[in-house]
C-alpha cells in the first residue's frame, strides 16, 4: 500500500457523501447546546470519542474477520437506536461500497456490494471489510474513521458559521496528540464492548428531522 491511496479515501472529494452530515452538530447549534468558548472543541471531542468507542471496535473485528460481516451489520443496527444516526450510518455505508466498488472493482468487491444490497448496511463494519479489500492498513483503517469524523465535524461548523477555515484547521492540528492517545485507549476493543459515551449529542441529533429548517442529513 502506499500513501496515494491513504490520501484518496480521506479526501473531500472521495464521494461517500459526508459532506451532507454533521454528526449532530447542526441539532445542537440549533437546540442551544454551543454557545460558550470552547463549546465546539468540547462538542469534536465527545463525538470523536463516541467514534471510537462505538464505530472502530467494529470496523477492527470485520477488518480481521471478513466473514462476521452480517452479524456485526445486525449489532449496530441494533446499537444504533437514534433514527437520525442508523440512517446516516446507512447511507453513508452504502455510499462507501457503491464507490468502492466503482473504483477497485473486483469478485470480492462485488460479492461484499451484493451483501449490502440486502442488508443495513452500516458503515462502521463495512469500513472494515472495505478497507481491508482495497489495500488500507488496520491502523490506517482506524484512523481514517477518526480521522473522518474530525473532519465532518470541523467542515460543518464552517459552513454553518460557527467557527471560521482558520480556527477549524487550527483546532483539527490541536486534537491530533489526542486522537493518538484514542487510538491507543481503544486497539483492544471488541464489538461486546460498544458503549454511548455521548447520549445528550445523541438526544439531540434524534431531534433533528424536526428543525424548522436545516442544512445537513443528520
Not at 466473514?67 to 441494533?78: G, K, P, V
Not at 437520525?84 to 456490494?113: F, Y
Not at 478497507?131 to 484512523?143: A, D, W
Not at 477555515?165 to 483539527?172: E, I, K
Amino acid at each position: 500500500m502506499t500513501d496515494w491511496l491513504t490520501w484518496q479515501v480521506i479526501d473531500s472529494a472521495f464521494p461517500i457523501g459526508a459532506f451532507a452530515h454533521s454528526w449532530g452538530l447542526e441539532a445542537s447549534w440549533q437546540f442551544d447546546h454551543l454557545q460558550e468558548p470552547g463549546d465546539l472543541e468540547s462538542f469534536l471531542s465527545a463525538t470523536t470519542q463516541q467514534t471510537a468507542h462505538s464505530a472502530l471496535p467494529l470496523l477492527a473485528a470485520t477488518f480481521r474477520e471478513p466473514d462476521r460481516l452480517s452479524e456485526l451489520d445486525n449489532l449496530a443496527d441494533a446499537f444504533l437506536l437514534n433514527h437520525i444516526a442508523n440512517r446516516a450510518s446507512r447511507v453513508q455505508g452504502r455510499s462507501l461500497v457503491s464507490t468502492a466498488s466503482r473504483i477497485w472493482p473486483s469478485e470480492k468487491m462485488e460479492s461484499v456490494a451484493a451483501q449490502a444490497d440486502v442488508s443495513r448496511a452500516h458503515l462502521a463494519p463495512l469500513s472494515g471489510v472495505v478497507f481491508r479489500l482495497i489495500g488500507l492498513s488496520f491502523e490506517t483503517s482506524r484512523k481514517v474513521m477518526l480521522y473522518g469524523t474530525v473532519r465532518g465535524v470541523l467542515s460543518a461548523a464552517v459552513r454553518l458559521g460557527l467557527t471560521g477555515s482558520y480556527q477549524a484547521q487550527s483546532l483539527q492540528h490541536a486534537v491530533g496528540p489526542w486522537l493518538d492517545r484514542l487510538l491507543d485507549e481503544t486497539r483492544l476493543l471488541e464489538p461486546e464492548d460498544l458503549c454511548q459515551t455521548a447520549p445528550i449529542i445523541d438526544l439531540l441529533q434524534s431531534k433533528h428531522d424536526r428543525l424548522y429548517s436545516r442544512l445537513f442529513q443528520s
